[in-house]
Structure formats: C-alpha cells, structure tokens
C-alpha cells in the first residue's frame, strides 16, 4: 500500500499548526478522501466525504480554528498522558504530538486502530499498557467528527471542507 501524503502539508502554514492539529487533520483527509474530482470517481453517497484533491487548505476558515481550539484544548486536558506516551517507542518509533493527533482522529471516530492499538514502551523496555487506555477513554469523550464536502463552482473542481 502506497504512502498517504496529505496535499500541501509541506507549506509553512501547516507547520505552524500546533503538531497534534496536524496529525489530527492528516488522519482525517487519509480516512475521508476517496475518489477524483477530475475523473469523475468521486462520490460522497459512496462513504468517501472528500475528493482525492481536496487540501486542508480547503477547510472553512472557522472549521479550521474549531479544530485547532479542540485538539488542543484536549492535549492540554491529557497533557500528563500525552507526555509519558510522548517518552515512549511504540512500533520502533518515537511517539510524538503528531501521531497522538493521529490516533486522535481514529479513536474518536471508532476507526481500527488508535491509542488503545498501540505498544507504549518505555524506557525500561517495559509496555503501559494504562497509558493507552486511558488516553483511548479521553479520546471516545472528544467525540466524532463529522466531515463533509462542498463544491464551490458550477464545474464542481472546487470546494470547502466542512467539519462538525
């Protein structure tokens, strides 16, 4: 299976974002968007609520700012949680904000994986496994995110991601 790579994510902008708000929206577009809006194979009755095309760049100005404003107002809310998982190695890789806004996205919306799916291992070599838990519980609190696209012009090859 190819690599998901988030349209536009490289630009400064995004970087600025605070990184569990990154992660989050890249989880996001990687679960939401199926389908082309050039070759006609984009269909929201189908599942998919975004075009392959669509950027983050694409979400409404205020949806964007409800997202950063949630997402970090959870991270602050389990920043005890977040830090011990962030001083772990969980599939040979350093756990950082951005797969915590990652795993965000995908517990909360009841996707196949997410905190609870994770090995935390910590410096000892030992798992903890509360830290998944606990994080898996806060995240099922936040709530799912609804996801929704709509054209902007009559040719219907542009649009706004809205977000709920």
């Known amino acids: 299976m190819p690599e998901f790579i988030l349209n536009d994510k490289d630009t400064r902008e995004f970087q600025q974002l605070p990184e569990i708000t990154q992660g989050f929206i890249e989880a996001m577009f990687f679960t939401e968007c199926e389908g082309s809006l050039a070759d ?3 269909d929201p009755e189908n ?5 392959d095309e669509a950027s983050w ?3 409404g100005d205020k949806n964007l700012l409800d997202i950063i ?3 970090t107002k959870w991270a602050e809310e389990n920043s005890i949680d977040l830090y011990i998982a962030t001083g ?3 599939d040979g890789i350093a ?3 951005v797969r915590a806004g990652n795993d965000l996205w995908y517990t909360s919306n009841g996707h196949g994986v997410g905190f609870w799916d994770r090995e935390f291992h910590t410096s000892d070599g030992s798992i903890n496994e509360e830290i998944g838990d ?3 519980e806060a995240a099922r609190a936040f709530g799912e995110t609804n996801v929704f696209w709509e054209t902007t012009d009559e040719d219907e090859c542009t649009g706004i991601v809205y977000v709920d």
């Open 88 to 90: 772990c190695i969980v």
């Open 69 to 71: 404003e949630a997402t």
């Open 134 to 136: 606990r994080l898996s």
């Open 95 to 97: 756990y950082d904000m």
């Open 40 to 42: 006609d194979t984009f």
């Open 57 to 59: 760049l694409d979400i």
């Open 47 to 51: 599942g998919s609520a975004l075009p």
